[in-house]
């Protein structure tokens, strides 16, 4: 397992710099040839999904910082398999309420999409939203210890519609489908070291990457889990 450190995944690449490369199966590994299927510059490309549909979500930014203003642009865009724009998930529902600071990772949930949305250099939270633009719920961590801020840096939902998150500050977080935090997965007393990225794979063993070059692998157990009550979450249903 190995994932960029700007979220690319299954056969989607992209250097940041606005360009989303798809590619090819018979690309010569030589030359390094690829397929330019987008531009979108002069926006930063982050997170790149292929959806279930074969379309693409993509993270964009006007800004690479984490001020927001009426002219900012932080948007998830969708583009089809070849490239071409269908629509920007930017604003909450039919108003003129910006969604996203500093989208950085992006993952599908059936008719969904949870967003890890970077609030600092250290601080960030998961926001998931509807394909029509509609907040499902805000998860911000169950942390009150200031050394433990959330800090996620990656996204992925399990068959079950379960989500895990790489919290580089603490561990793995588990929510239910419905946003409520289960469980932390693996933490620093687990022996886990700052995570940036997390995978699920069909045998249900969780693969995180960490920083310094370590990749841990975990076998999620399938057991009932305790609901904590308590947690940063809101939910705008």
């Not at 010569?28 to 997170?47: C, E, Q, R, W």
């Not at 549909?53 to 984490?66: Q, W």
């Not at 920007?88 to 949305?117: M, S, W, Y």
Request: charged share 25%; glycine share 6%.
């Amino acid at each position: 397992f190995f994932q960029a450190e700007d979220g690319i995944r299954d056969v989607e690449r992209s250097r940041g710099l606005g360009d989303v490369y798809k590619r090819q199966f018979e690309y010569n590994l030589k030359d390094k040839t690829f397929n330019t299927m987008a531009n979108l510059s002069p926006y930063i490309v982050k997170g790149v999904k292929v959806m279930a549909s074969g379309d693409l979500a993509v993270c964009t930014l006007d800004k690479s910082n984490f001020t927001v203003s009426k002219q900012s642009k932080r948007t998830i865009r969708i583009l089809n398999s070849a490239g071409n724009f269908i629509s920007d998930i930017e604003f909450a529902g039919n108003t003129n309420n910006k969604l996203f600071v500093h989208p950085h990772r992006v993952e599908e949930r059936v008719d969904d999409f949870c967003v890890v949305d970077r609030l600092s250099e250290n601080e960030g939270r998961l926001i998931v939203v509807s394909k029509s633009s509609k907040v499902r719920f805000t998860y911000t961590g169950i942390e009150k210890n200031p050394r433990h801020r959330f800090d996620p840096r990656d996204v992925v939902v399990a068959d079950d519609s379960s989500i895990y998150i790489a919290d580089r500050n603490y561990g793995i977080h588990q929510l239910t489908p419905l946003g409520l935090f289960a469980r932390y997965l693996i933490t620093y007393e687990g022996s886990l070291y700052r995570p940036l990225s997390v995978t699920i794979d069909d045998e249900l063993t969780a693969w995180v990457g960490c920083e310094k070059g370590i990749v841990q692998r975990l076998k999620i157990q399938c057991c009932d889990v305790f609901i904590e009550d308590t947690g940063s979450y809101s939910s705008e249903a």
